[in-house]
């Protein structure tokens, strides 16, 4: 038995170890580059219904503790990505998480829809959480716990059976009680979180901001300990697998938030910082913690960290 194996939401993950939506999800070939240095599920860029160019460069800057990134949701439009979905899937077994935005919530259906009618991914995911597109869009839905809710009854009435995870913010009231309002709309999983901010840095040489969009999303390092609290907060919150997500870069990063309450670890940022190889690493590492702690699975230290720990299972 693979003491790694999770399940989210039905779908078998030989790796609790999961591509974070927006971070070389964009081909069949970068998809499967990522699969095979160990990721149990990968996540495309996040797609909707027409191409989008995103934000001019420089739109990514790395800094001490992360990145900063206002990429835009540049990206080739849901048939273009069911194409590269549909190749991958031809060449890995790994699940593929299909991730859909829409500018409007009646364009999330119609993004599910569209996209369910050329390929069958494991999962979609729902990202009603870039914060980069606030400018052009108002605030980002994820901030309206109601608007959540609408959109997952949405996307799961076009789903098609298809388990549907909706990707939070931390740019919300209360990201459990937003996490309920999806739940109750029908929310098959969360993955939490996205990036962070919008933040800002400055050349003081040239005296202006770095990034052509000014502002960006914090991710990476910087935002570990917010990813933490977040899927702490959503464990005691919701019954649902939780897609724990931010700033993983070391083994004891994904082991924290697995002890939250996270059945999967997603990484995006990792991969700038210290390559696929982080994917092997912190696979090798969990399997090692787990035969010194005598432990068969992952199942012990779920959402262990909380006491007395939840009642209810958080996978499957
Ligand atoms: C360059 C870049 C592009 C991203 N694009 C997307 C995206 O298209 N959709 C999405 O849901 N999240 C996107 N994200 C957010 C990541 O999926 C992730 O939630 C966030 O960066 C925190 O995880 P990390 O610290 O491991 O990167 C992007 C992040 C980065 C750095």
Known sequence: MNPLAVTVAGVAFPSP???????????????????????????TKSCGLEERKGHPCPSILPFEHGLLNAVGLANPGVEEMARE??????????????????????EFGEAAARLLALVRPALLEINVSCPNVSSEFGQPFAADAAACARITSLVKARADGVPVAVKLSLMCPSIAQTAKACAAAGADAITAINSVGPGMLIDPHVRRPILANQVGGLSGGAILPLAV?????????????????????????????????????????????CGLEVFG?????????????????????????????????RHG
Not at 87 to 104: C, H, M, N
Not at 283 to 312: I, Q, V, Y
Request: glycine share 12%; charged share 15%.
């Open 17 to 43: 170890l999961v591509l974070a939506s927006g971070v070389m999800g964009l081909s069949a070939s970068s998809l499967k580059r990522v699969a095979d240095a160990g990721a149990g599920a990968v996540t």
């Open 85 to 106: 979905i549909a190749e991958f899937q031809a060449r890995s077994p790994i699940p593929v998480i299909a991730s859909i935005f829409g500018r409007t919530e009646a």
């Open 229 to 273: 609290r977040a899927v702490w907060e959503i464990a005691r919150a919701v019954p649902l697998p939780i897609i724990g997500t931010g700033g993983v870069t070391r083994p004891e990063d994904a082991l924290q938030l697995i002890l939250a309450g996270a059945t999967a670890v997603g990484i995006g940022t990792g991969i700038y910082t």
């Open 281 to 313: 690493r912190i696979n090798a590492f969990l399997t090692d913690w787990l035969a010194r702690e005598g432990l068969r699975s992952l199942d012990a230290l779920r959402g262990a960290a909380h006491h007395p720990p939840p009642a209810e299972a």
